[in-house]
């Protein structure tokens, strides 16, 4: 059994990159303590501490033990069983999949109900921007 390399701080920064958010608007996020240099710096660490993970959690939507174990092999194997890679010949997929109707459907419904949350995110993201500058 191998041991599994979690780097929590790699992992934040991915699924901060992944929503589209910004180091400094999530130092705003965190409060006047954070600013984009110290999230940087967090973003190198292996370990976080278990409060600040619990705050970057709510911040980005995501599960604490989405940080907490998600490692980078894992990641690549879901990343390639979701996009199928199939091997290429002379640029001719010699093992393409056929989804049924109902698949494409759900991946779409997915594609879409992900695309709808990254805007609200960047909904409230311009309005907590403007209420910033208002100050």
Same mark, same amino acid.
């Not at 929590?8 to 699924?15: A, C, D, E, L, V």
């Not at 970057?56 to 069983?81: G, H, K, R, T």
């Given at each position: 059994?191998?041991?599994?390399? $979690?780097?929590?701080?790699?992992? $934040? ?38 409060? $600040? ?9 995501? %599960? ?22 199939? %091997? ?11 989804? %049924? ?35």
């Amino acid at each position: 059994m191998q041991n599994k390399k $979690i780097h929590q701080g790699r992992n $934040i920064k991915r699924f901060r990159e992944m929503l589209g958010i910004k180091q400094e608007a999530l130092a705003f996020d965190l409060g006047e303590d954070w600013n984009q240099k110290k999230i940087s710096l967090l973003e190198q660490k292996e370990i976080i501490e278990e409060d $600040i993970l619990e705050k970057i959690s709510q911040i980005l939507q995501i %599960p604490v033990e989405a940080i907490e174990n998600m490692d980078e092999e894992q990641a690549v194997n879901i990343i390639a069983n979701t996009f199928n890679n199939s %091997p290429l010949l002379n640029g001719t997929n010699v093992n393409s999949t056929i989804y %049924p109707l109902d698949k494409l459907i759900q991946l779409h419904e997915e594609k879409i109900a992900l695309y709808e949350r990254m805007l609200k995110e960047k909904d409230e993201m311009m309005a907590r921007l403007e209420q910033l500058i208002q100050k």
